[in-house]
Nanobody
Framework: QVQFVASGGGLAQPGGSLRLSCITS???????????FGWYREAPGKQRELVAR?????DYADSVKGRFTITKDNARKRFYLQMNSLKPEDTAVYYC????????WGQGTQVTVSS
């Protein structure tokens, strides 16, 4: 079963930046190269939502458009989320997964935006 390990979260001030990384495993290279991946987040009391996806195209949730950038490294089988101009409402646990998501959510990485 494929696995995803998200890292890079932490505490940031409003307006600050963080870069999340997702290490994947058990992907065949040819499959990884064409697979669509995404970053999801789950804020307290809210449903998990997809905020960025990358595959044949790149798309973002309206709430992060213009502030977040998703990228993918096929050679290392990793993908990333650069988060700039962070807002308190970005506070959540961030997860990486396929799109559509598999059952392998992993622990995620906590992002807290607060002054």
């Amino acid at each position: 079963q494929v696995q995803f390990v998200a890292s890079g979260g932490g505490l940031a001030q409003p307006g600050g930046s963080l870069r999340l990384s997702c290490i994947t495993s058990r992907f065949i290279t040819s499959v990884f190269n064409v697979q669509e991946f995404g970053w999801y987040r789950e804020a307290p009391g809210k449903q998990r939502e997809l905020v960025a996806r990358i595959g044949r195209s790149i798309d973002y949730a309206d709430s992060v458009k213009g502030r977040f950038t998703i990228t993918k490294d096929n050679a290392r089988k990793r993908f990333y989320l650069q988060m700039n101009s962070l807002k308190p409402e970005d506070t959540a646990v961030y997860y990486c997964n396929k799109v559509p998501a598999s059952d392998s959510w992993g622990q995620g990485t906590q992002v807290t935006v607060s002054s």
